[in-house]
């Protein structure tokens, strides 16, 4: 009989207040994530200051707030999870983004999910960190891992956290 994997989403964490100051919407803890890059793609990079700028260098995407996180841990998700963040993701593109219709809104939005599940291929609670830039090509995404040290994401305050070299 063939082994099923679970599926693993992206959640935002907060591990401080940083992300309260930093962005002008910040995904409160818990949430599910994607990198959610797409966001950026029309902006001349010049246009970019404060908040926008930082949200562009390095946070991921909440779905629901659609408010931003520095950090995401990987988490289990099952297929009703993964079918809702797609659903809420594509509801947001027709509302903020013109998506042309439903269908070609899913087809985006299951694209950004699917990138997002494939950036977990760590240990459940593995923490990971996007840096991102404006290139000749477009925007590139880079993606830093952290393990935790000791305690699941959703524990009690504070959590320690060892950066993986």
């Not at 100051?21 to 994530?33: D, R, T």
């Not at 246009?47 to 946070?59: D, E, T, V």
């Not at 439903?102 to 990138?115: I, K, P």
Request: charged letters at 25%; hydrophobic letters at 40%; proline letters at 7%.
């Amino acid at each position: 009989m063939p082994v099923i994997k679970p599926r693993k989403l992206p959640r935002a964490v907060r591990l401080d207040d940083s992300d309260l100051e930093v962005f002008a919407i910040p995904a409160p803890p818990g949430e599910w994530a994607v990198p959610g890059g797409f966001e950026f793609l029309d902006h001349d990079p010049a246009s970019l200051s404060g908040k926008h700028l930082q949200a562009f260098k390095s946070s991921f995407l909440g779905i629901g707030s659609f408010g931003r996180t520095t950090l995401v841990a990987i988490t289990e998700a099952s297929e009703a999870d993964f079918r809702s963040v797609v659903e809420q993701l594509a509801a947001y593109l027709i509302d903020h983004y013109g998506a042309p219709d439903l269908t070609a809104a899913m087809q985006a939005a299951d694209e950004e999910v699917r990138y997002a599940e494939s950036l977990c291929e760590y240990d459940i609670n593995t923490l990971l960190a996007v840096e991102r830039e404006f290139t000749d090509d477009g925007i590139s995404e880079r993606f830093k891992k952290f393990i935790p040290a000791g305690a699941e994401w959703e524990q009690a305050k504070p959590l320690v956290y060892v950066k993986d070299s």
